[in-house]
């Protein structure tokens, strides 16, 4: 038992194996391949246009590459496997589209859905967040169209840390921070060891909890990492 317990623990949260992606006539990824041990927090970096945002999508098997293969957690992402696999993920999206409504609604929908009826919202742990990304608790009664773009991404980051997902995927979920906001959305998730984090950004400064930082424009082709 011991034995599968230590394979377990060594299984890769994220792998991509020579990842071909292309758009028409333009090469955003060529053979490009990437693991991601459980619990470790990645930054690849580029310019905006250099393919990050594709990257963290078709990890969620949005965009479909011409070549090569993803794995979430040693299970190959495909067709069967899509909706498993999505339930392992969070995704926060630099702007989260989050409909319409209160927003202490919006925090408590997924858990009336089927694909989480094993989880059960935590009002005192909504607070906690709150406070601790510098949000007011009275956010909560407040209309979403009225929420500023940090409000509505660190909104967006507190639904998905509900959901106690165990790998995490920032597509510049930062960007509207002030500094402070920044520091304490940082500070949670280096906390945070058991989560598995793959960020996409310009902004270096999150390097700062990131044990590799990988720069898009400096891959080669097939160059794993």
């Not at 969620?60 to 069967?80: A, C, M, N, Y």
């Not at 702007?95 to 009336?112: A, K, M």
């Not at 059960?120 to 949000?135: I, K, M, S, V």
């Not at 007011?136 to 507190?158: C, D, M, T, W």
Request: proline share 3%.
């Amino acid at each position: 038992m011991d034995s599968l317990i230590d394979r377990e623990k060594e299984m890769p949260a994220v792998e991509i194996s020579e990842l071909t992606l292309r758009f028409g006539e333009q090469v955003v990824f060529d053979r490009f391949s990437i693991t991601l041990l459980k619990g470790q927090k990645v930054l690849i970096a580029g310019r905006s246009g250099s393919g990050k945002s594709s990257l963290l999508r078709s990890l969620l098997g949005f965009i479909v590459p011409q070549q090569g293969d993803v794995k979430i957690e040693g299970v190959l992402l495909d067709g069967k496997t899509i909706w498993h696999l999505r339930k392992r993920m969070g995704y926060i999206a630099q702007e989260p589209q989050l409909g319409e409504g209160i927003v202490r609604e919006l925090l408590q929908r997924p858990f009336s859905w089927k694909a989480n009826h094993s989880l059960r919202y935590d009002a005192e742990q909504t607070a906690q967040l709150c406070r601790q990304f510098y949000l007011p608790e009275s956010l909560l009664n407040k209309k979403i169209h009225e929420l500023s773009g940090g409000e509505k991404q660190r909104v967006a980051l507190i639904a998905a840390i509900l959901l106690q997902r165990p790998i995490y995927l920032l597509d510049e979920a930062t960007s509207a921070l002030d500094a402070d906001s920044k520091k304490a959305v940082l500070d949670y998730f280096a906390g945070r060891t058991d989560l598995t984090i793959l960020m996409v950004s310009h902004d270096i400064s999150l390097s700062s909890i990131a044990e590799r930082v990988v720069q898009l424009p400096d891959i080669l082709a097939g160059g794993r990492l």
